[in-house]
């Protein structure tokens, strides 16, 4: 498909090694729930002084993330109809339903090629995703990329009940990656700094995942935002990645950890 993937090095300050949490993620520093918005304000402090107690509940309101806002009729109208006209084709088995899908609903993505779209699948937000050729999403996939951004490039496989949410964030998958059943990948995650507000109120932290090409992610895996999963690597069954994965390297565990590389005996490290 049009575009490469962007190849930057996996190796950095994450790594596939460290420990942090998945709800550590929505804390990083593009997440306006941890940040201060000390450096805009004013430095003259003498100003600021008989103002204190008001200018610190102004403070602490204009730090927190707003919540998306909610769609509009337009928006809600194209919702609903994208809705019904994938719902028309979803249940049809065999290849004929295989063919239907394709034809019928390949005018709904940004772009797509000769992808095969098995039955029951969930989509939202076609107009955000890029499909390349070869892509195969299985039975019950979960798909959705309102208000983000999806690319899967050429011979990405999706296997049944795969999730893979780009909502308020980006995500771009290399060719010839193949995913486990049951794994999740989301690009964003609720903001949980305000005790006083429910967190489903709070919004959300957008964050971006790259897999690079060339990956083998296992069954029931979590991938969660801001990390990089590089070319060739393999993500054991079970395992919930926080942090980048190098090249070739073989990860596994809560949270993933090294525990072998690829031609250089790691496969006796499954044992």
Avoid at 38 to 67: F, L, N
Avoid at 77 to 103: K, Y
Avoid at 187 to 210: E, L, S, T, Y
Avoid at 222 to 251: E, L, M, Q, Y
């Amino acid at each position: 498909m049009a575009g490469e993937l962007n190849s930057a090095p996996a190796q950095g300050d994450k790594a596939a090694d460290g420990s942090k949490s998945a709800s550590a993620v929505g804390a990083q520093t593009h997440g306006a729930c941890a940040e201060t918005s000390a450096a805009s304000e004013p430095s003259d402090q003498a100003e600021a002084q008989p103002e204190a107690q008001s200018g610190a509940k102004a403070e602490h309101k204009a730090v927190q993330p707003k919540p998306h806002a909610g769609p509009g009729l337009f928006s809600r109208v194209s919702a609903a109809l994208e809705e019904l006209w994938l719902a028309a084709f979803a249940w049809i088995p065999t290849p004929v339903g295989l063919a239907l899908r394709l034809f019928a609903w390949r005018w709904l993505f940004k772009s797509c090629g000769s992808a095969r779209f098995g039955t029951g699948l969930s989509l939202a937000g076609c107009r955000n995703m890029r499909i390349g050729n070869g892509v195969r999403m299985g039975r019950g996939c979960f798909v959705t990329a309102s208000d983000g951004d999806l690319v899967l490039h050429d011979c990405v496989a999706l296997s049944p009940n795969v999730h893979v949410g780009a909502d308020a964030g980006r995500i771009e998958i290399g060719a010839h990656t193949a995913v486990g059943p049951g794994t999740v990948i989301r690009a964003a995650n609720h903001c949980i700094a305000r005790q006083d507000v429910p967190i489903m109120h709070q919004g959300h932290v957008p964050g971006q995942i790259i897999i690079e090409e060339d990956v083998w992610i296992g069954a029931n895996c979590v991938i969660t935002p801001d990390v990089r999963i590089g070319r060739g690597a393999v993500v054991g069954a079970g395992a919930v990645v926080t942090r980048n994965v190098a090249p070739f390297s073989i990860v596994g565990g809560v949270p993933a950890k090294l525990i072998g590389m690829r031609g250089q005996g790691g496969q006796k490290h499954w044992d």
